[in-house]
């Protein structure tokens, strides 16, 4: 079964209506058990702490407060922040940032060259309990995901086009955008993906970095991402996405779809199950009195992976839960969009402003 969620039109899985699912809706076949998938305290914490962070700064925290509020409350005292060298400032306002709320922060960026691995590897010297991406090359962020020990959490996207605001391109596609979003271009050739290699996925993003540095107007995040798809000879995409961006996920599903790619998606509430299940109370919902569907994290990738994605986009869950998601993938991911209910998920105004 093919999972597509970003064209549902009921959602039936964010009020807990098994019985108003879409034909095809994945909750039909063969689901992902809940308790098999969050069989670990350590799982249950995070789904438990995301959910709270979410409910109690709703609409009135910026990202980078829930990323500091998510690493309090799941007592990760030492964290890390990485970037690719053109993300310097970024990567340093977000550590005073995070600083200035109590948290010891090790800055592994910038270096003089990407190097997402070395990153990694000088952050798990350093023992860091979370990582936090503060805006890496479309690629780099896969591998950086691939090789940390430490759980991360996306605060910054690198946009080289939207000066790091990637959502503004799904809010300008039908303007500005249309032609780059849109525009004539090879579609990507079935046969070619040969599976990852960090060679590749490195090789890769080197390339896609490059071509938009010799452009007068380089790219914005989404068409990176198509780029580096298709110098993978990739064809099948899978977009893992937050139920609050309905509306931009089945919007980044057309561009990819106009494109040439095949794309599954898998919506955050996918398995409606109640908040309960995880011990929040009616009164720590976002909206008590009403029922509330746990986000999951780990259901998504897996739904994603059997559909047989070969390259996953992260678009808007929050903090935590995704972390959850790129812990559990086997196929790489990348950042398209960090969610920030204060700021139209431009995730780092936050960090100019501060
Ligand atoms: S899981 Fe939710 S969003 Fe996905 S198809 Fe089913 S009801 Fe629709």
Redesign the pocket.
């Known amino acids: 079964m093919d999972?597509?969620?970003?064209?549902?039109?009921?959602?039936?899985?964010?009020v807990g209506?098994l019985d108003?699912?879409?034909d095809?809706?994945?909750?039909?076949g063969p689901f992902p058990s809940f308790d098999e998938l969050y069989a670990t305290d350590e799982a249950k914490r995070l789904l438990y702490q995301a959910a709270r962070v979410e409910a109690e700064g709703y609409g009135r925290w910026t990202r980078i407060r829930e990323v500091a509020e998510l690493a309090l409350r799941m007592r990760y005292r030492r964290l890390g922040v990485a970037g690719c060298p053109d993300m310097g400032l970024e990567a340093d306002l977000a550590a005073r940032s995070l600083r200035r709320r109590g948290l010891e922060v090790i800055v592994a960026a910038p270096f003089a060259d990407c190097d997402p691995v070395g990153q990694a590897a000088l952050l798990a010297e350093e023992r860091t309990h979370l990582n936090v991406i503060a805006g890496m090359c479309v690629g780099h962020d896969a591998l950086f995901i691939r090789h940390s020990r430490a759980p991360v959490t996306s605060l910054v996207v690198r946009d080289p086009r939207l000066a790091h605001n990637p959502a503004a391109a799904l809010y300008t596609r039908d303007g500005y955008l249309k032609r780059a979003l849109y525009g004539v271009r090879e579609p990507p050739v079935p046969g070619r993906f040969d599976g990852w290699t960090d060679e590749l996925i490195d090789g890769l993003a080197r390339e896609v970095r490059d071509a938009g540095l010799g452009r007068e107007t380089p790219p914005c995040r989404i068409e990176e991402v198509m780029d580096f798809a298709r110098g993978a000879g990739v064809t099948h995409l899978g977009v893992v996405y937050c139920?609050g961006f309905?509306r931009e996920a089945r919007d980044l599903d057309a561009i990819l779809e106009t494109n040439g790619f095949r794309v599954s998606?898998?919506?955050c509430?996918?398995?409606?199950v109640p908040k309960t299940t995880v011990g929040i109370k009616d009164e720590e919902q976002v909206e008590p009195g009403r029922p509330e569907m746990i986000c999951n994290p780990l259901a998504q990738a897996s739904l994603l992976e059997q559909a047989g994605v070969e390259l996953v986009l992260l678009m808007g869950q929050c903090t935590g839960h995704d972390s959850a998601t790129m812990a559990h993938l086997h196929v790489p991911a990348v950042c398209v969009v960090a969610k920030d209910r204060v700021l139209a998920h431009n995730t780092v105004a936050a960090l100019y402003g501060s």
């Open positions: 999972i597509e969620c970003a064209s549902c039109s009921r959602y039936a899985c964010q209506r108003a699912t879409p095809d809706c994945p909750m039909r139920v309905r998606s898998s919506c509430k996918t398995g409606a």
